[in-house]
């Protein structure tokens, strides 16, 4: 048997599934009708993946080229299995087939495929040397969507002419193999007296490139369209691309462009793929540079001449107004490059292409001179056309006796065309080219400023219609990419003349950059408009500044966009506008999100659309109201926000859950919300006036998730105590409450659209589903090998969704009650899953930021997109399936337009709490974590911040500063513990976690730190190497608390198992408190006699260490406590709880000395001085607060400078109540309010 030949020794009886899979293995749908009646032996798995490359590719291309017919493949295959059938008794396996007597025919198999496909005998193949990877087909399916990414290409259904060159294009791609094909427009330039050169623009190219594609896409694997008309980045197209032809599985590219190029390239190599790139003359220089790459672009350089230059399977064609100048044949490489410089219609074409616009009266004559005049460019043929039919009557020959004008290039018949219209029709195509992709009439209404101008908006469009190419779609309408560029150029240069002159018009009435534009376009419209007009002050930024005071003293900008323009461009240029004064005057569309905006004055401005960074931080939950027309959002600081979807601004702000919102929901009627928070309240809220109508107490802890039946009168709810239950939404009442739901806390829950059924997942593992009315559990899914985070049913309540820990989305059939698909690719912990309401996609969210849409018809996966840079929590489809939300872990929400994966709108919060405070040991400083990522430190005589410690990428739970006063501890949310050095801020070492740590405490001899993480183990770290030297295993939950007694040799542990541990660490024995409820802080008294210990509930506990037994409770606070802290000199204890006060004890006598109040959300960490005579407590609301004991004043406010910090709003029009509020919160000051 030939050498090259291998046996599978786990073949399988033949059957049809062996047929299929070599079919699978192909990757070529059409050879499938072919090899249908294949034979039985699956010969793609039984030979060498050399001569397998060999075959399939052999067989494909010349089935591709029609050297053999279907008819031809299948009497070959019939005749072939008929051969092998014969020999093989009916009870044989392929495997004892090809080891038995039967091999000879294995041998005539091989050697038949070699002979008939490759033209030789298998001996005289030379397979000793293997394929590269690179040569080697990866498996894939061609299917639908999985197959052509068309974008948002247009409908080239209507098309004439180009026979041609269609043909010849077909040729140079299917036949001939070119790695690269450009179409480029008209050389030349000049006039005569009947014609002109119409430059390189307006000629079909487009639309020849998709006509193209359209009619070659099934001699290709994949084919992908794209568009340079916004100019992206090489690396956002590079991984639009890679994500397609990896089918999603490959989501993020390597740093380096020669390296994401690499990759690309990686694909074009494994599999035949047609790349279309639209619009290239947008990346390229003009002028005398032309055919040269603008700046920041020269990387579609490299990539042009890689796939120019390297051996492929695959073709890009380009089309470009300018030649790029890569563009040239490749010495001694071959016929590998083909450029088709795009002629004029013909007179045929010109006649067909002018009589869908209308009826024209002319002769042959007339004809052939209008197309002579024209050079027969499409562009200037449909708007000679319009003309023609509005000014002559469709009379040609009128035209070109009275109304032909001469040009010198496309520039100058623009110029005549748009200098023909009305002002409003200037206007509006102004503001068409300034959206740069469709838009509809009530957005153009808004953009323009006057009244009357509003009304008559249908009218103008009508007329534009008339005299301009128009493009309507379904969203609106928009110009042609010729049109875009020449009005987009036309405005720039007469913003910089007007801004050279101070005669401000465009500069007054448009919108440069738009807020609320989709986040693409926002940047597209920032880097080709503003950036260059923003370098005309580059050197020197004032002049821009002064022109605000001139805009005050002009009444006319007071409508206007003069003020958000110049705002813009100063944004651009990073300029430090802390103190400006930017009173009385009118933003209109103004970007204010992400900016730095210290001690401005904007005393008396109007604002109008405007955005905002607001003040919310992670967000947990997110959901569209049953309209649309709203989103609520629910996270970590407490507030729940209602976001209107048009403005995309806060329309209310609800306070008073006192705690963390894990989950909120509107009721189906939209007129209510619900929502489950940290503290195991339920709270049922009017969306109208924002109050709170109702809490629903009887939940003993946190409330995870909760769902509203379809028909909007009963509430289902589960918690951490392991409890489900119903609630009556009009009345409040518990309905029903199920105990022991799961085997541990059940996470999520979830109403079928039949309202009988209810599904649970739990950290168990498990999925659950309910019977509402008996309670009664019908059935429990098992497959998940983790915690399940999130349940969802299908709008048709036909399938349930579970996503866990596991990195799995697992399907459920309801009917059948079994697992129909368990979908796999994330690589981290899964958080949510959310049907579509079309019921045709599944989307889940992850751990790293990453969503995952999945067919439904197919469980394949649809796009995959890298949201955010963390973790999301939360998703949800609006009702119209059209946008995905996201909420992120990094203060962010983002709008998902599903059917292309970009982002539409980004909505960027701010908050910086902190969470601990550690005072120096010499008692001259105090340091604080924050959620930024930052360690601060301070002077606590000053109040100034003496330094900040950088390297941490997330939140900071714990910070601590060793006895001696050397070393400085830091532990985050992602799982890295960092140790500094003191005061000098080296890094001495970085240990990683694996989960989140929240506390840490030194050892009274400074050798060990102790941390508590998530996991429920305590660690025992060696502070000189880093190294864990100890794992102290007992908790079998979230570890809260940590404290060393005096001593050192015991240490306590408060955990969310409702424990607190006394570890003995020289015998690592432990004895257990069993305190009731999750346990927050612990502290020793200085005599170690006494271990205090802070939990959920609203009252201290003073334990006996030695009989372990609470001797004394210290009620006060109204809601649980978060840190305990004693005095040094063990007469007194502090207490830091979640009602937003601090307080302190007399130990004597269990007396509350004092209540400090004055932060303004829940305060976190408590800790004494070392002299004893204050304390300093830490508080979500973002600062560290030091406070006389005597007097429980405040002493001094230490916290980082916030966005808006001390920035005047008094007297501003035009905000929300909710914008103002969350303005205040980031630092602004308004006179009204204090």
Same mark, same amino acid.
């Given at each position: 048997?030939?050498?090259?030949?291998?046996?599978?020794?786990?073949?399988?009886?033949?059957?049809?599934?062996?047929?299929?899979?070599?079919?699978?293995?192909?990757?070529?749908?059409?050879?499938?009708?072919?090899?249908?009646?294949?034979?039985?032996?699956?010969?793609?798995?039984?030979?060498?993946?050399?001569?397998?490359?060999?075959?399939?590719?052999?067989?494909?291309?010349?089935?591709?080229?029609?050297?053999?017919?279907?008819?031809?493949?299948?009497?070959?295959?019939?005749?072939?299995?008929?051969?092998?059938?014969?020999?093989?008794?009916?009870?044989?396996?392929?495997?004892?087939?090809?080891?038995?007597?039967?091999?000879?025919?294995?041998?005539?198999?091989?050697?038949?495929?070699?002979?008939?496909?490759?033209?030789?005998?298998?001996?005289?193949?030379?397979?000793?040397?293997?394929?590269?990877?690179?040569?080697?087909?990866?498996?894939?399916?061609?299917?639908?969507?999985?197959?052509?990414?068309?974008?948002?290409?247009?409908?080239?259904?209507?098309?004439?002419?180009?026979?041609?060159?269609?043909?010849?294009?077909?040729?140079?791609?299917?036949?001939?193999?070119?790695?690269?094909?450009?179409?480029?427009?008209?050389?030349?330039?000049?006039?005569?007296?009947?014609?002109?050169?119409?430059?390189?623009?307006?000629?079909?190219?487009?639309?020849?490139?998709?006509?193209?594609?359209?009619?070659?896409?099934?001699?290709?694997?994949?084919?992908?369209?794209?568009?340079?008309?916004?100019?992206?980045?090489?690396?956002?197209?590079?991984?639009?691309?890679?994500?397609?032809?990896?089918?999603?599985?490959?989501?993020?590219?390597?740093?380096?462009?020669?390296?994401?190029?690499?990759?690309?390239?990686?694909?074009?190599?494994?599999?035949?793929?047609?790349?279309?790139?639209?619009?290239?003359?947008?990346?390229?220089?003009?002028?005398?540079?032309?055919?040269?790459?603008?700046?920041?672009?020269?990387?579609?350089?490299?990539?042009?001449?890689?796939?120019?230059?390297?051996?492929?399977?695959?073709?890009?064609?380009?089309?470009?107004?300018?030649?790029?100048?890569?563009?040239?044949?490749?010495?001694?490489?071959?016929?590998?490059?083909?450029?088709?410089?795009?002629?004029?219609?013909?007179?045929?074409?010109?006649?067909?292409?002018?009589?869908?616009?209308?009826?024209?009266?002319?002769?042959?004559?007339?004809?052939?001179?209008?197309?002579?005049?024209?050079?027969?460019?499409?562009?200037?043929?449909?708007?000679?056309?319009?003309?023609?039919?509005?000014?002559?009557?469709?009379?040609?020959?009128?035209?070109?006796?009275?109304?032909?004008?001469?040009?010198?290039?496309?520039?100058?018949?623009?110029?005549?065309?748009?200098?023909?219209?009305?002002?409003?029709?200037?206007?509006?195509?102004?503001?068409?080219?300034?959206?740069?992709?469709?838009?509809?009439?009530?957005?153009?209404?808004?953009?323009?400023?006057?009244?009357?101008?509003?009304?008559?908006?249908?009218?103008?469009?009508?007329?534009?219609?008339?005299?301009?190419?128009?493009?309507?779609?379904?969203?609106?309408?928009?110009?042609?990419?010729?049109?875009?560029?020449?009005?987009?150029?036309?405005?720039?240069?007469?913003?910089?003349?007007?801004?050279?002159?101070?005669?401000?018009?465009?500069?007054?009435?448009?919108?440069?950059?738009?807020?609320?534009?989709?986040?693409?376009?926002?940047?597209?419209?920032?880097?080709?408009?503003?950036?260059?007009?923003?370098?005309?002050?580059?050197?020197?930024?004032?002049?821009?500044?002064?022109?605000?005071?001139?805009?005050?003293?002009?009444?006319?900008?007071?409508?206007?966009?003069?003020?958000?323009?110049?705002?813009?461009?100063?944004?651009?240029?990073?300029?430090?506008?802390?103190?400006?004064?930017?009173?009385?005057?009118?933003?209109?569309?103004?970007?204010?999100?992400?900016?730095?905006?210290?001690?401005?004055?904007?005393?008396?401005?109007?604002?109008?659309?405007?955005?905002?960074?607001?003040?919310?931080?992670?967000?947990?939950?997110?959901?569209?109201?049953?309209?649309?027309?709203?989103?609520?959002?629910?996270?970590?600081?407490?507030?729940?926000?209602?976001?209107?979807?048009?403005?995309?601004?806060?329309?209310?702000?609800?306070?008073?859950?006192?705690?963390?919102?894990?989950?909120?929901?509107?009721?189906?009627?939209?007129?209510?919300?619900?929502?489950?928070?940290?503290?195991?309240?339920?709270?049922?809220?009017?969306?109208?006036?924002?109050?709170?109508?109702?809490?629903?107490?009887?939940?003993?802890?946190?409330?995870?998730?909760?769902?509203?039946?379809?028909?909007?009168?009963?509430?289902?709810?589960?918690?951490?105590?392991?409890?489900?239950?119903?609630?009556?939404?009009?009345?409040?009442?518990?309905?029903?409450?199920?105990?022991?739901?799961?085997?541990?806390?059940?996470?999520?829950?979830?109403?079928?659209?039949?309202?009988?059924?209810?599904?649970?997942?739990?950290?168990?593992?498990?999925?659950?589903?309910?019977?509402?009315?008996?309670?009664?559990?019908?059935?429990?899914?098992?497959?998940?090998?983790?915690?399940?985070?999130?349940?969802?049913?299908?709008?048709?309540?036909?399938?349930?969704?579970?996503?866990?820990?596991?990195?799995?989305?697992?399907?459920?059939?309801?009917?059948?009650?079994?697992?129909?698909?368990?979908?796999?690719?994330?690589?981290?912990?899964?958080?949510?899953?959310?049907?579509?309401?079309?019921?045709?996609?599944?989307?889940?969210?992850?751990?790293?930021?990453?969503?995952?849409?999945?067919?439904?018809?197919?469980?394949?996966?649809?796009?995959?997109?890298?949201?955010?840079?963390?973790?999301?929590?939360?998703?949800?489809?609006?009702?119209?399936?059209?946008?995905?939300?996201?909420?992120?872990?990094?203060?962010?929400?983002?709008?998902?337009?599903?059917?292309?994966?970009?982002?539409?709108?980004?909505?960027?919060?701010?908050?910086?709490?902190?969470?601990?405070?550690?005072?120096?040991?010499?008692?001259?400083?105090?340091?604080?974590?924050?959620?930024?990522?930052?360690?601060?430190?301070?002077?606590?005589?000053?109040?100034?911040?003496?330094?900040?410690?950088?390297?941490?990428?997330?939140?900071?739970?714990?910070?601590?500063?060793?006895?001696?006063?050397?070393?400085?501890?830091?532990?985050?949310?992602?799982?890295?513990?960092?140790?500094?050095?003191?005061?000098?801020?080296?890094?001495?070492?970085?240990?990683?976690?694996?989960?989140?740590?929240?506390?840490?405490?030194?050892?009274?001899?400074?050798?060990?730190?102790?941390?508590?993480?998530?996991?429920?183990?305590?660690?025992?770290?060696?502070?000189?190497?880093?190294?864990?030297?100890?794992?102290?295993?007992?908790?079998?939950?979230?570890?809260?608390?940590? %404290?060393? @007694? $005096?001593? #050192?040799?015991?240490? !306590? &542990?408060?955990?969310? =198992?409702? /424990?607190?541990?006394? *570890?003995? +660490?020289?015998?690592?024995?432990?004895?257990?408190?069993?305190?009731?409820?999750?346990?927050?802080?612990?502290?020793?008294?200085?005599?170690?006699?006494?271990?205090?210990?802070?939990?959920?509930?609203?009252?201290?506990?003073?334990?006996?260490?030695?009989?372990?037994?609470?001797?004394?409770?210290?009620?006060?606070?109204?809601?649980?406590?978060?840190?305990? %802290?004693? @005095? $040094?000199? #063990?007469?007194?204890? !502090? &207490?830091?709880?979640? =009602?937003? /006060?601090?307080?302190? *004890?007399? +130990?004597?006598?269990?007396?509350?000395?004092?209540?400090?109040?004055?932060?303004?959300?829940?305060?976190?960490?408590?800790?004494?001085?070392?002299?004893?005579?204050?304390?300093?407590?830490?508080?979500?609301?973002?600062?560290?607060?030091?406070?006389?004991?005597?007097?429980?004043?405040?002493?001094?406010?230490?916290?980082?400078?916030?966005?808006?910090?001390?920035?005047?709003?008094?007297?501003?029009?035009?905000?929300?109540?909710?914008?103002?509020?969350?303005?205040?919160?980031?630092?602004?000051?308004?006179?009204?309010?204090?």
């Amino acid at each position: 048997m030939p050498s090259g030949c291998q046996v599978d020794a786990n073949f399988k009886p033949i059957t049809t599934q062996c047929k299929l899979n070599y079919v699978f293995n192909s990757g070529t749908k059409n050879l499938s009708l072919g090899l249908f009646q294949m034979s039985r032996v699956n010969f793609s798995t039984e030979i060498s993946p050399q001569l397998k490359q060999k075959i399939i590719t052999a067989f494909y291309e010349k089935y591709r080229k029609s050297e053999y017919s279907r008819l031809q493949i299948s009497k070959f295959l019939h005749d072939w299995e008929q051969t092998i059938s014969e020999k093989v008794p009916s009870d044989q396996t392929i495997h004892n087939f090809l080891n038995s007597k039967y091999s000879s025919y294995k041998y005539w198999l091989v050697d038949g495929l070699c002979r008939l496909l490759l033209g030789q005998p298998y001996d005289q193949l030379n397979l000793l040397e293997p394929l590269s990877e690179t040569q080697t087909r990866i498996k894939h399916a061609r299917c639908g969507e999985f197959r052509c990414n068309w974008g948002d290409a247009p409908d080239v259904s209507i098309f004439f002419g180009r026979t041609r060159e269609l043909s010849m294009l077909q040729r140079w791609i299917v036949d001939d193999h070119c790695r690269l094909v450009a179409i480029v427009g008209i050389r030349g330039s000049g006039k005569t007296h009947l014609s002109v050169k119409l430059g390189h623009g307006g000629v079909g190219k487009t639309d020849l490139s998709l006509k193209l594609a359209n009619g070659i896409q099934e001699d290709f694997d994949f084919v992908f369209w794209g568009k340079l008309l916004n100019a992206p980045p090489l690396r956002d197209y590079l991984t639009e691309v890679v994500k397609f032809l990896s089918h999603q599985q490959e989501t993020e590219l390597p740093g380096s462009e020669d390296k994401q190029i690499s990759r690309l390239l990686y694909y074009l190599q494994s599999r035949r793929c047609l790349l279309i790139l639209d619009n290239f003359e947008s990346i390229l220089q003009g002028g005398e540079q032309a055919g040269n790459y603008r700046q920041g672009f020269e990387g579609y350089g490299q990539l042009v001449q890689k796939i120019r230059d390297v051996n492929h399977q695959s073709c890009l064609l380009l089309t470009s107004r300018e030649k790029p100048r890569d563009i040239r044949p490749v010495t001694g490489g071959g016929n590998h490059i083909q450029c088709l410089e795009l002629q004029g219609l013909s007179v045929e074409e010109a006649h067909q292409l002018l009589t869908q616009l209308g009826e024209f009266t002319a002769t042959d004559k007339d004809w052939e001179h209008l197309l002579s005049f024209y050079d027969g460019n499409p562009l200037a043929l449909e708007l000679a056309a319009n003309h023609i039919n509005e000014v002559f009557n469709g009379s040609i020959s009128a035209f070109l006796r009275e109304g032909r004008p001469i040009f010198d290039d496309l520039k100058q018949l623009l110029d005549w065309h748009f200098e023909r219209l009305s002002w409003k029709e200037q206007e509006v195509v102004y503001w068409l080219a300034l959206h740069r992709e469709p838009v509809s009439i009530s957005t153009l209404r808004t953009d323009l400023l006057r009244v009357g101008d509003k009304w008559d908006l249908p009218s103008t469009l009508q007329n534009l219609k008339r005299r301009l190419p128009l493009e309507k779609s379904s969203v609106g309408f928009t110009l042609q990419p010729v049109l875009i560029e020449y009005l987009t150029d036309r405005i720039i240069r007469q913003v910089i003349q007007e801004l050279e002159t101070n005669a401000l018009d465009i500069f007054n009435r448009f919108a440069l950059c738009k807020p609320v534009a989709k986040d693409y376009l926002r940047k597209t419209q920032a880097r080709l408009i503003l950036e260059p007009i923003a370098q005309l002050f580059a050197a020197d930024q004032r002049p821009l500044l002064q022109f605000f005071q001139y805009f005050r003293e002009h009444p006319q900008f007071s409508q206007g966009y003069a003020a958000s323009n110049c705002l813009h461009l100063l944004r651009w240029l990073q300029a430090d506008l802390s103190g400006c004064n930017l009173s009385q005057l009118t933003f209109r569309q103004a970007d204010f999100q992400g900016m730095t905006l210290h001690q401005i004055d904007l005393t008396g401005s109007d604002f109008r659309n405007c955005t905002f960074t607001q003040s919310f931080g992670a967000f947990f939950s997110v959901a569209f109201s049953s309209d649309g027309q709203s989103m609520v959002t629910g996270g970590n600081d407490g507030q729940i926000t209602i976001w209107d979807m048009h403005s995309y601004q806060p329309l209310k702000i609800l306070q008073g859950t006192g705690d963390w919102v894990w989950c909120v929901t509107f009721t189906p009627d939209a007129q209510y919300l619900v929502s489950g928070s940290d503290d195991s309240k339920v709270r049922v809220w009017s969306v109208e006036s924002g109050e709170c109508l109702r809490v629903l107490s009887g939940h003993r802890d946190r409330v995870w998730s909760l769902d509203i039946s379809p028909d909007g009168q009963t509430l289902a709810t589960v918690s951490d105590d392991n409890t489900l239950k119903l609630w009556s939404l009009d009345s409040g009442a518990c309905l029903r409450t199920i105990n022991d739901v799961h085997g541990a806390s059940p996470k999520s829950i979830c109403f079928s659209p039949h309202e009988e059924t209810l599904a649970t997942g739990s950290e168990d593992g498990t999925v659950k589903l309910w019977d509402i009315r008996s309670g009664q559990c019908l059935w429990t899914g098992t497959g998940h090998s983790n915690m399940v985070n999130s349940v969802t049913f299908s709008p048709d309540g036909n399938l349930l969704a579970s996503a866990a820990w596991d990195n799995a989305v697992m399907v459920w059939s309801i009917r059948t009650r079994s697992c129909l698909a368990k979908l796999q690719g994330h690589q981290s912990i899964i958080w949510d899953a959310a049907f579509s309401p079309d019921g045709k996609w599944l989307a889940s969210s992850d751990h790293q930021g990453v969503i995952r849409i999945w067919k439904i018809a197919s469980y394949q996966c649809f796009r995959t997109i890298q949201a955010h840079a963390s973790v999301i929590w939360g998703i949800a489809f609006s009702p119209d399936s059209q946008l995905l939300v996201s909420s992120g872990g990094e203060s962010m929400v983002k709008l998902w337009r599903v059917d292309t994966g970009v982002c539409q709108q980004t909505l960027q919060g701010y908050i910086n709490r902190t969470w601990s405070v550690s005072f120096h040991p010499n008692g001259q400083t105090l340091a604080n974590g924050h959620e930024d990522g930052t360690l601060q430190v301070w002077d606590i005589h000053t109040g100034h911040n003496r330094q900040v410690f950088r390297g941490h990428q997330n939140w900071l739970w714990g910070v601590a500063f060793s006895h001696q006063g050397q070393i400085l501890a830091s532990a985050c949310q992602d799982g890295v513990v960092k140790v500094w050095s003191y005061p000098d801020g080296h890094c001495l070492h970085s240990i990683e976690h694996g989960n989140r740590v929240f506390p840490l405490a030194f050892s009274p001899d400074g050798k060990w730190l102790a941390t508590g993480c998530d996991d429920s183990f305590v660690r025992l770290l060696s502070v000189a190497s880093g190294e864990c030297l100890k794992q102290l295993i007992g908790h079998t939950n979230r570890i809260w608390g940590l %404290a060393f @007694s $005096p001593s #050192g040799h015991i240490m !306590a &542990s408060g955990s969310d =198992d409702l /424990t607190v541990r006394l *570890w003995y +660490l020289e015998s690592e024995e432990s004895l257990v408190i069993d305190v009731g409820t999750r346990v927050r802080s612990v502290a020793f008294s200085p005599d170690g006699q006494i271990l205090a210990s802070g939990s959920d509930y609203e009252s201290i506990q003073l334990w006996s260490v030695e009989m372990r037994k609470c001797i004394r409770e210290l009620p006060g606070h109204k809601q649980f406590i978060w840190s305990v %802290a004693f @005095s $040094p000199d #063990g007469e007194c204890l !502090a &207490s830091a709880s979640q =009602d937003q /006060t601090a307080r302190l *004890w007399s +130990l004597e006598t269990g007396e509350c000395l004092q209540i400090f109040q004055g932060h303004t959300a829940r305060v976190i960490s408590v800790e004494f001085s070392p002299d004893g005579q204050t304390i300093a407590t830490a508080s979500d609301d973002g600062s560290v607060k030091l406070w006389d004991l005597h007097s429980a004043q405040c002493i001094r406010t230490f916290r980082p400078s916030r966005p808006y910090e001390k920035t005047n709003i008094s007297r501003t029009t035009g905000l929300t109540d909710a914008q103002k509020s969350s303005l205040i919160t980031l630092g602004a000051v308004d006179d009204l309010f204090g």
